[in-house]
């Protein structure tokens, strides 16, 4: 059984959406449960003695701590999971301004024209990522294929520069930190690609569905029903949070690109900054 279909769902309906299907659904599991203890109660009161009920009420507490509990673990382990998966993309954009930042630097030493050659596919190309990475899913593709095309310039444009310098041991370290930032670019693409899996989630709304089942069973009155409802959005709310820093494309925690964007500012100095000792 595949779950893309959910998967897809999840990465891209609004959260708005998401959050009032969700609270309708535990709203109507609850109001099972509130079903389900009426009729229990009427039969319990012909085959039942009060003391057995009291009893059972004392029970029914105990399985909503454990419930509740259990529900929490599961939350805060699925809250760890999208929230490794963010860490890692944020850091990421830091690591790959580092790679361009010293690749950068290390073209300035090769001689023309390699040398601004290189220099020009850089930035475009810290232009370029920093664009996609504000792109929405259903704009990414031509910055997509403009930073595939700009990684194969700059492997096209090494190759031109390395039959001028292989014979300097510069030439090692200059190749190393360009295949540094192209293994960066696949990081990241694999970062971003990399979710919290849907069975996961799956399990969650489950549970969270069991569990607004239980309170209705449990709790009685408006009172308790009114604690009920206050639960329940707060479920939600964590939920949705949890699913907004899963989604790296579209959702409203995404990395910054603070390191990225601190580069592209250093680029605006001339390259010939470079040359006043020279």
Known sequence: MTWDPFHAWISSAPLLTI???????????????????????A??????????????????????????G??????????????????????LVLEEANAIGT???RAQLLPEPHRARMTDILVRYTDNRILLARAGPAKMAPFLATNDALVTDMWAAT???????????????????????????ASRKTARASRVPPEVFVVLFIYLFVTAGVLGYVLKGSRGRLSAGFLLALLTLSLLLIIDVDRPLAGGVIEGQAPMEALRASFSQPTSAYDKWR
């Open 19 to 41: 959050g009032a299907l969700l609270f309708g659904a535990m709203c109507l599991a609850a109001l099972i449960g509130v079903l389900l203890n009426q009729w229990h109660a």
């Open 43 to 68: 039969q319990s009161a012909r085959s039942t003695a009060a003391d057995e009920s009291e009893r059972a009420e004392g029970q029914e507490g105990y399985i909503v701590s454990a419930v509740l």
């Open 103 to 105: 690749t950068y630097l």
């Open 70 to 91: 259990l529900l929490a673990l599961l939350m805060g382990f699925t809250f760890s999971l999208a929230v490794d998966r963010f860490e890692t993309r944020r850091h």
């Open 159 to 185: 190759s031109s520069a390395f039959e001028v310098i292989k014979t300097l041991d510069f030439s090692s370290t200059y190749v190393d930190s360009v295949n540094a930032v192209i293994d960066l670019d």
